[in-house]
């Protein structure tokens, strides 16, 4: 079974995990020894995203094609269509097509900081790429779109973020990926409106594991999103030891995702940063607690 919104059919919850192109050749070899580690939990998906205004298209082909084929594990390729002409788009996805690539995670993308680039502009949103794809390769590929349990950052109020977000799954996504997020009562709120807004495919949650106080400062800034009192103490208590740092952002973590499974999660995307360490503990312990009910070992 090759497509994610199949596998979401049959698997609650569903487990995966994303990683980005390496640049340098240090960085892919730890990207490699990662991948290896974490392929033996048996994801149900492996993500690889695409840098912005498409500077890793190359590289995020070649991982996702490479992933499929040697790695045997299903996977996805994000894309953006912000500054890309709908030939450039039809290329890369004719070339996922030949591949058997079927599932793409269809993105805006960031505008740029400098306002005065001129785009090209065949897509606006990413409403506008899953439509185009939908027109152009029918039911071939499996979509996932982006959602925001805090809101986009550009988006005035949540429920006009989750407006347009229907009209992303109106116009064809398959299933949604949440942005990072620490405080499951604000995911809980926002799965219980865009439910109640018409929004019924499988939300899955993405998951951040705390690695180090500099990352999450920079990470939790930028996206906005809400660390919880409890969470920000212990950072604070343990910003200056690594080790401790690691030890009880990790516990928080598999806290937070027993939290989700037992409000019915359909799946637990895991951000990995190309590292296995914090990923692998996590997962690995929620599969020993929830061993038994989800059935997780063969
Ligand atoms: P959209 O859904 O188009 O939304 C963008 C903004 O426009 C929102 O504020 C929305 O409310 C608003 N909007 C939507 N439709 C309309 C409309 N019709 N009229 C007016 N306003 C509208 N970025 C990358 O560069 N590469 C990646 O690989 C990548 N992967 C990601 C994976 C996940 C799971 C997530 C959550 C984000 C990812 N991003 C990635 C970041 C993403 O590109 C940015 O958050 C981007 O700013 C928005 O992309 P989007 O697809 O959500 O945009």
């Not at 498409?54 to 912000?82: F, P, R, Y």
């Not at 897509?123 to 499996?142: T, V």
Request: with cysteine.
């Amino acid at each position: 079974m090759h497509k994610i919104k199949d596998i979401l059919l049959n698997t609650k919850p569903t487990f995966s995990f994303e990683f980005f192109p390496p640049k340098t050749e240090e960085a892919e070899r730890k990207f490699k020894l990662s991948l290896l580690d974490l392929k033996r939990l048996k994801p149900d998906f492996v993500s690889i995203t695409y840098g912005a205004g498409g500077s890793t298209k190359e590289k995020t082909e070649a991982l996702v094609i490479e992933i499929q084929n040697q790695d045997l594990l299903v996977s996805m390729a994000h894309l953006t269509c912000i500054g890309s002409s709908k030939e450039e788009i039809g290329f890369l996805l004719n070339q996922y097509k030949k591949a058997n690539i079927q599932n793409i995670m269809a993105l805006r993308g960031d505008l740029p900081k400098n306002k005065d680039i001129h785009l090209v502009n065949d897509f606006r949103y990413a409403y506008e790429l899953i439509q185009w794809i939908k027109l152009q390769y029918n039911d071939f590929f499996s979509i996932g779109a982006a959602c925001y349990p805090e809101k986009h950052p550009e988006a005035k109020t949540l429920k006009e973020d989750i407006e347009y977000l229907k009209l992303k799954v109106d116009s064809g996504a398959d299933f949604l990926i949440t942005q990072l997020f620490y405080d499951n009562d604000k995911f809980y709120l926002f799965r219980d409106m865009a439910r109640k807004m018409g929004i019924h495919v499988p939300i899955i949650a993405g998951i951040m594991p705390i690695t180090n106080y500099q990352q999450i400062q920079k990470f939790t800034q930028m996206v906005q999103c809400h660390i919880p009192k409890n969470l920000e103490k212990l950072i604070e208590k343990y910003k200056d030891s690594q080790e401790d740092l690691l030890k009880v952002s990790i516990e928080y973590s598999i806290q937070q995702c027993e939290d989700l499974i037992n409000n019915d999660i359909d799946g637990i995307h895991f951000y990995t940063l190309n590292q296995s360490n914090a990923t692998y503990l996590i997962l690995s312990e929620l599969k020993k607690i929830y061993q038994k009910n989800l059935n997780l070992y063969e």
